[in-house]
């Protein structure tokens, strides 16, 4: 398990990778920073639906 700096640092690269609109199997993680990573992807990244209108 990672430690609390390790699960942070892995959400803001999430959240910087979502940003860059990298595809989420960019994600360099296993486990538990895997989870952290995504969340913090998940929080930046574009919507799969936007602009459909």
Do not use: F, K, N
Request: with cysteine; aromatic share 4%.
């Amino acid at each position: 398990m990672g430690t609390r700096e390790d699960i942070a640092r892995a959400v803001a690269e999430g959240a910087e990778a979502g940003r860059q609109g990298l595809p989420p199997t960019a994600c360099p993680h296993r486990g538990v920073l895997r989870t952290a990573w995504i969340s913090g992807y998940a929080r930046t990244a574009p919507s799969p639906s936007s602009g459909d209108e």
